[in-house]
């Protein structure tokens, strides 16, 4: 079993940045097991979850269109750690953050909730215009 854990959300300004951190835990071999697929997902208020950023176990990364060239998304597998930095955020990117994991996972769908059957909990991001 992997446990999630988000982090660094917060309250920014349009134009402003934000960097997000997910901590995994839980299986003793997983800073040593490279084969997971990770991603941001985000649920827009009123809206529903949709995809962020992946990154797969070769470290291969996607975007949604709208962050692309704003957001970076990486991992660091000595460290169990998923990052997401943000910059030139948006009142659009207005959101509750979630970290997700699945083992040997479909790249080709890494959009789609149903892929992943780790989740974290969420973290809030508030962009002001």
């Known amino acids: 079993q992997v446990q999630l854990v988000e982090s660094g959300g917060g309250s920014v300004q349009a134009g402003g940045s934000l960097n997000l951190s997910c901590a995994a835990s839980?299986?003793?071999?997983?800073?040593?097991?490279?084969?997971?697929?990770m991603a941001w997902f985000r649920q827009p208020p009123g809206k529903e979850r949709e995809g962020v950023a992946a990154?797969?176990?070769?470290?291969?990364?996607r975007y949604r269109d709208s962050v692309k060239g704003r957001f970076t998304i990486s991992k660091d597998n000595a460290e169990a750690t998923l990052y997401l930095q943000m910059s030139s955020l948006k009142p659009e990117d207005t959101a509750m953050y979630y970290c997700?994991?699945?083992?040997?996972?479909?790249?080709?769908?890494?959009?789609?909730?149903?892929?992943?059957?780790?989740w974290g909990q969420g973290t809030q991001v508030t962009v002001s215009s």
């Open positions: 997700a994991a699945v083992r040997n996972g479909n790249p080709g769908a890494w959009y789609e909730e149903y892929e992943y059957n780790y």
């Open positions: 839980g299986r003793p071999a997983y800073t040593n097991d490279d084969t997971y697929d």
């Open positions: 990154v797969d176990f070769n470290g291969g990364t």
